[in-house]
């Protein structure tokens, strides 16, 4: 079982670059299965989810060869159209093949994901969606059963923003008899990725990035080629691993409008935060003041930055009240944060933050899902002594090489094979 271990204390001072977007990469693999054909998509992050899809869509029938952060993805006509628990069961979101092959082929058996550490991670706003379009959808025996001999355009209205919702319900609409209109669409900026390669295919997709999204149907698309956009969570992540050793960090080959939430937040605790087009500076503060925050939907404080954002209210001066309103369990970082030392009061989705500089504690620890992990992490660089992460896989999923890159900026950390 490999871990990390980080020895705290020192100053991180440089640039680092960002990769592509894991939940972009995600749902435009899934989309190539709509159109057969040589895909190319740039940009692809080096990741296990990565893996883990290009798994699944090499079961499905597909061919997939990388070249560096190129990924050529070939797509045959599917005579397969199952997504196995084996494989779903390692990747939640393997759920968005569902869509795409319900959308071409009319029939789809896709496992149900089951929840994850942050949550039950139910999908019944994507089953309802698929049947207002039509779709007749069974569950048995662990399995959705989607079927329909053609899907016609319709309103959803989606009662929550869900991100993988939308995308799947993008995915499915491409096909349909006539216009489909999706209300209370999520905004996140991969949803507006997907979109953008789906249109770059063929697809009349509008409204990406705004609650209303309409889809007009079309014959078929074809395979073409994209660039993902940069990852926004590994930039923030970065940005606050720097704020949190009193360092000037520049997160370079990232869209700083991207992460507008969280650079105010940063401000309002009192970080001079600099932009300029792809690059996003945060400059030496040695105190800096707990401020609140509620993680929402986008363009809110992104729920996927909570954890990594926690450590840093355990560096300020004062209380902080973190109110995580998307996921119901997403504070498993908590206890391992209270082993290092730090003051934290969990609730049901309210974690209550007492500020104390320099008073974590290195100690080992256990990551227990991909933002914990990396939450962990940043703990390491400000306890004092060593710490341990134990189950370093869940990093790994989401952050391609993140010790290397706290290390380019001057980072003690190192990677245990053991
Ligand atoms: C996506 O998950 C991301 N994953 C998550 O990132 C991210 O935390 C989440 O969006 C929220 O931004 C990918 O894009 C691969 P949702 P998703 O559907 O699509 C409830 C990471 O760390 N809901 O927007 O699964 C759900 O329980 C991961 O990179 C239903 O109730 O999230 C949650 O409370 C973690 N029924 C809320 O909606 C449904 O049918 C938002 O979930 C669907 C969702």
């Not at 104390?356 to 660089?381: F, H, I, Q």
Request: proline residues 4%.
């Amino acid at each position: 079982m490999e871990s990390v271990v980080v020895r705290g204390g020192k100053v991180l001072e440089g640039e680092v670059s960002v990769s592509g977007a894991k939940n972009s990469a995600l749902p435009v693999l899934f989309s190539t299965l709509l159109a057969e054909g040589t895909h190319t998509l740039h940009n692809v992050p080096r990741l296990k989810d990565v893996e883990s899809t290009c798994q699944l869509l090499e079961l499905l029938g597909c061919k997939t060869q990388r070249e560096g952060t190129t990924l050529t993805i070939q797509v045959p006509t599917l005579s397969n159209f199952e997504a196995h628990y084996d494989v779903v069961r390692k990747m939640r979101a393997s759920i968005l093949c569902l869509g795409p092959i319900l959308a071409k082929y009319g029939q789809a058996q896709v496992s149900l994901p089951g929840g994850c550490a942050i949550g039950t991670r139910p999908i019944n706003l994507h089953l309802e969606a698929l049947k207002t379009l039509g779709a007749e959808i069974t569950v048995e025996k662990g399995y959705v059963h989607a079927s329909a001999k053609k899907l016609r355009g319709d309103t959803v209205l989606f009662e929550t923003a869900t991100v993988g919702g939308t995308e799947n319900i993008l995915m499915a609409a491409v096909f349909a008899e006539g216009k489909t209109i999706i209300e209370n669409a999520a905004k996140e900026p991969e949803v507006v990725d997907l979109a953008n390669y789906l249109n770059k295919m063929g697809a009349q997709i509008k409204g990406a990035g705004s609650s209303i999204i309409t889809v007009e149907g079309v014959e078929s698309l074809h395979p073409s080629e994209h660039t993902i956009i940069p990852d926004r969570i590994e930039a923030g992540t970065l940005l606050i691993a720097g704020a949190l050793t009193g360092g000037k960090v520049k997160v370079t080959d990232c869209i700083p409008e991207h992460l507008d939430a969280l650079i105010s937040k940063m401000r309002e605790s009192g970080f001079q935060i600099s932009t300029e087009e792809s690059s996003i500076t945060v400059h030496p503060c040695t105190v800096w003041k707990g401020v609140d925050i509620t993680t929402t939907p986008h363009p809110g404080f992104a729920t996927d930055l909570q954890a990594q954002f926690m450590v840093l209210m355990t560096q300020a001066k004062g209380t902080s009240v973190i109110t995580e309103s998307i996921f119901e369990n997403r504070f498993m970082h908590v206890q391992e944060l209270s082993r290092l030392g730090a003051d934290i009061t969990p609730k049901t989705r309210v974690a209550v933050v007492r500020g104390r500089k320099g008073g974590l504690e290195g100690a080992p620890v256990m990551a227990t899902d991909l933002r914990a992990s990396a939450s962990l992490v940043l703990a390491g660089l400000v306890a004092h002594g060593a710490t341990k992460v134990n189950r370093i896989y869940h990093l790994d999923r989401g952050y391609e090489n993140l010790e290397a890159k706290l290390r380019s900026l001057g980072a003690d950390v190192e990677r245990l094979h053991q």
